[in-house]
């Protein structure tokens, strides 16, 4: 979109989206704690109302903090706009909603977030949506579980609880070969790690609550759309390549072209479901994201150390880590996500369920949490906490079996984490 | 017919573009507020441009405090230096070629989202008029102007300055 010059990722990660606040020149993005914004006028009124200039009304749809976030983080995506929301799963049914319909379905991976699985084989049924689920490193079941009521194929890159990298190019390919859009979780990755737009992703979606705020602090969302798409190229996308009544049949595509999936998804997500990020969690995730690339890097390198280390430990089952030599996804992280296979793994505990238990009741620095990509260290048991509604055979398949704890590594020094995963792995399996 | 959007354009082009002009003559504007035609040309006048507006079917009523003229012949005077074309692509190869004859300070020949046509756009190219196809100058304005700044979208603008 822009033939500027070409800066690097630490630059747009401090830059892109902000300037000095032009009423004040304060540096820092101000937070806009703002419901409301003045009209000029009633045709400014008017005219903003109709989709016919740009600008701020009402902080359900649009406010100058969140803007901000919305940029930068489209920039790092390499995207032509962004909308974010209130979480991760806002952005999920953010990214789904202009798509589907009664009847519709989205093609899923297997491997994904609990919550995920939850949301699409359960939750989307309430609005007449269905998802299928698929082995995605068989690419045959994935084109034939796609049919004519199919809008949409869902994958995360790096995969959570773990050990899984998505070979976005090929799951791109089958589908732009079937003519829809393909929506990546690029949340376990970040854009530092992985970049899916430039694999042939159309949609990128994150729960900012991770990485990308990077402290634990707020929770949010972000659908990034990549502007690559065709939504007119059949009428399977009526959302937005047909008249939408309630902007005097205003068609998406056809106004606001490349930029038409943003636009809806404030105009129209945004407006009527109202998952809105509020202003001061755009503001912490803005402070997070100036510091992704340091923090990743550390991430990574300390998830390689601890991923080693207990590879070679006998209280040890096995580790799922995709940036481990003995990973079978090895070669792909290592050509698909060069940078590194991220910070989250799980591994398999001698004694299983009841040693997994143990291990994490007895950690000292490892916080037992249901969060990940803090940066702090943290540690959950899937099967027990996040993955708990899902059946054995569905834990096994999201890689959450019952003997496996999944780990988020920090930034601490890394042999302290090693000393306290040491200690209580000894009383785990005493 | 719409939307691949392969038309590449630097943002110095653009940008270079929509500073130097000074009058658009708007091909097809409809009177109706919620058509893009109506609301883009009435936008860049907002912005500080004389927007002439041009449709045989409004030709005599007033839009944009102008007389919509009913076709190109009446703008020979009004040194336009822009035309930005809302019309079918199909419609643009008679409309260069007036404007071609008929404007003597034309500079830009701009074609809406969805409006494309390679053998006028060489045509009026050789003739030494920049060729802008498939875009809408009213989001290349917002987008370069900092105005889609406010919508969360990707301006590719750095800058530490106010």
Not at chain 1, 108 to 117: D, E, F, M
Not at chain 1, 151 to 177: H, L, M, Q
């Amino acid at each position: 979109m822009t033939d500027g010059p070409n800066y690097g990722f630490d630059t747009l990660q401090v830059h892109a989206g902000a300037r000095p606040d032009p009423a004040t020149g304060a540096r820092q993005t101000p937070i806009y704690q703002s419901t409301s914004y003045v009209f000029r006028d009633a045709d400014h009124a008017a005219a903003l109302f109709n989709l016919q200039e740009v600008g701020y009304i009402y902080s359900r749809l649009t406010n100058p903090t969140v803007a901000v976030l919305q940029e930068r983080i489209a920039t790092l995506e390499g995207g032509v706009g962004a909308v974010c929301c209130s979480s991760g799963h806002a952005a999920q049914i953010m990214a789904l909603f202009p798509l589907m319909g009664p009847g519709c379905n989205v093609v899923v991976s297997t491997r994904l977030y609990g919550g995920s699985i939850t949301q699409f084989s359960q939750t989307i049924k309430r609005f007449g949506w269905s998802a299928k689920f698929v082995d995605l490193d068989d690419t045959d079941a994935v084109a034939g579980a796609i049919d004519e009521n199919t809008r949409a194929v869902f994958c995360e890159s790096i995969s959570n609880p773990g050990g899984y990298v998505t070979d976005i190019p090929a799951i791109a390919a089958i589908a732009d070969k079937a003519g829809l859009p393909l929506i990546v979780d690029n949340t376990a990755a970040t854009p530092y790690l992985c970049r899916p737009i430039e694999m042939g992703a159309t949609l990128v979606v994150h729960s900012t609550t991770k990485y990308l705020t990077g402290s634990g602090t707020v929770t949010g969302g972000c659908v990034v759309d990549s502007g690559k798409f065709d939504w007119s190229q059949n009428d399977k996308f009526p959302s937005l390549s047909a008249p939408e009544p309630a902007y005097h049949g205003l068609k998406f595509h056809e106004t606001f072209g490349e930029l038409a999936f943003t636009f809806h998804g404030i105009a129209i997500g945004l407006r009527d479901l109202g998952m809105t990020m509020n202003p001061q969690g755009a503001h912490y995730t803005l402070l997070g994201i100036e510091t992704l690339s340091l923090r990743m890097e550390r991430h990574v390198e300390n998830a390689k150390k601890v991923a080693e280390w207990l590879e070679k430990d006998d209280r040890i089952e096995s580790v799922t880590y995709a940036g481990l030599d003995s990973s079978p996804y090895a070669d792909r992280a290592g050509k698909l996500y060069p940078k590194g296979a991220g910070a989250l793994f799980t591994c398999a505990v001698k004694g299983g369920y009841e040693s997994c238990i143990k291990l994490v009741d007895s950690l000292e620095i490892f916080s037992h949490v249901a969060n990940l990509g803090d940066t702090r260290s943290l540690i959950i048991h899937p099967a027990s906490t996040t993955h708990r509604q899902l059946t054995e055979e569905q834990q096994k398949a999201a890689g959450a079996a019952p003997d496996t704890v999944r780990l988020s590594i920090g930034i601490e020094t890394v042999e302290d984490l090693i000393n306290d995963l040491d200690q209580a792995l000894s009383k785990a399996t005493a | 017919m719409i939307f691949c959007m392969s038309e590449t354009y630097s943002d110095e082009l653009l940008r270079s573009v929509l500073k130097r002009t000074k009058t658009i003559a708007c091909i097809g504007v409809s009177t109706n507020p919620v058509r893009p035609s109506h609301y883009v040309a009435r936008y860049m006048g907002l912005r500080g441009y004389r927007v002439i507006p041009v449709n045989p079917v409004y030709a005599g009523q007033e839009l944009f405090g102008e007389t919509v003229r009913g076709d190109l012949s009446e703008l020979k005077d009004d040194s336009v230096d822009m035309v930005d074309i809302f019309r079918r692509s199909e419609a643009v190869p008679p409309i260069v070629e007036e404007s071609l004859s008929l404007l003597s300070g034309l500079q830009t020949i701009w074609m809406q989202i969805g409006v494309r046509h390679a053998d006028a756009a060489s045509r009026a190219e050789a003739a030494g008029v920049t060729v802008i196809q498939n875009r809408c100058p009213k989001i290349e304005y917002q987008r370069l102007f900092g105005e889609l700044r406010k919508g969360g979208f990707n301006t590719g603008i750095i800058s530490s300055r106010l």
